[in-house]
């Protein structure tokens, strides 16, 4: 069975949120309203400046996607999100680029795990040889025009699930395995891995990480330090 090493991409790999980048671009493309950005534009500059978190800016860019993507065809959508990763898909951190191409020439199945739409996920990873993608999935009709339905959400709410299901269906084994994580929501599969790594931290997982006595990586500029 092959060891496996599981990422998380937004602010792990890609040095900010597909998503984000994905809704900036419908914006700009016409597909979404203007509108749509001031749905945001307060919790943006509240993070900006420090007044309030990225989880919560992260949300409310969540939050306008889902209320708008409904109507919007398939095909334009898959258009943006390919645009996207051809002009992001160097945008990454130097560890976690280098440590997925060290795993990669030692054999490791590759997974990713995110929030991110699977659209804009899957030409992205497929930069960095991943062998399996899980993210975000949305209903369309008969017409290929999203109903505005995200698909097996449950799941998608547990990366330890995620990480578990891909175990059994792809025959891995969790011996030796590594997984990287950057935020709270990652700590239930970072627990399944035997070699966890916190990558740039927020505060909850950083608590959660020393407490554990997880290694803990964070890259700024050029340099990388292992805390």
């Known amino acids: 069975?092959?060891?496996?090493?599981?990422?998380?991409?937004?602010?792990?790999l890609f040095r900010s949120s597909l998503l984000i980048e994905l809704v900036d671009a419908l914006i700009q493309e016409g597909i979404f309203s203007p509108d749509v950005g001031k749905?945001?534009?307060k919790s943006y500059k509240d993070w900006l400046?420090?007044?309030?978190?990225?989880?919560?800016?992260?949300w409310a860019v969540i939050m306008a996607f889902n209320s708008n993507i409904k109507g919007v065809p398939y095909g334009q959508?898959?258009?943006?999100?390919?645009?996207?990763?051809?002009?992001?898909?160097?945008?990454?951190?130097?560890?976690?680029?280098?440590?997925?191409?060290?795993?990669?020439?030692?054999n490791y199945f590759l997974l990713a795990i995110s929030q991110s739409p699977k659209t804009v996920l899957d030409p992205f990873c497929e930069e960095f040889g991943f062998d399996?993608?899980?993210?975000?999935?949305?209903?369309?009709?008969?017409n290929e025009i999203f109903t505005g339905n995200a698909m097996y959400d449950?799941?998608?709410?547990?990366?330890?699930?995620?990480?578990?299901?891909?175990?059994?269906?792809?025959?891995?084994?969790?011996k030796d395995s590594y997984g990287v994580g950057d935020t709270e929501s990652d700590i239930p599969l970072l627990k399944l891995v035997e070699h966890p790594v916190c990558f740039n931290p927020n505060q909850k997982l950083y608590t959660y990480a020393k407490h554990a006595g997880w290694p803990i990586v964070v890259e700024r500029k050029d340099v990388v330090y292992k805390l």
């Open 39 to 41: 749905l945001y534009e």
């Open 77 to 106: 959508f898959l258009e943006v999100a390919q645009k996207v990763v051809a002009f992001h898909k160097s945008r990454v951190y130097r560890y976690t680029r280098d440590l997925i191409q060290d795993l990669k020439k030692k």
């Open 154 to 174: 449950t799941l998608m709410q547990d990366k330890a699930k995620v990480l578990q299901r891909a175990v059994a269906k792809e025959g891995l084994t969790l």
């Open 1 to 12: 069975m092959r060891k496996v090493a599981v990422f998380d991409i937004d602010g792990t």
């Open 132 to 142: 399996k993608v899980y993210g975000r999935l949305y209903e369309t009709d008969d």
């Open 49 to 58: 400046n420090r007044k309030d978190s990225y989880e919560n800016y992260i």
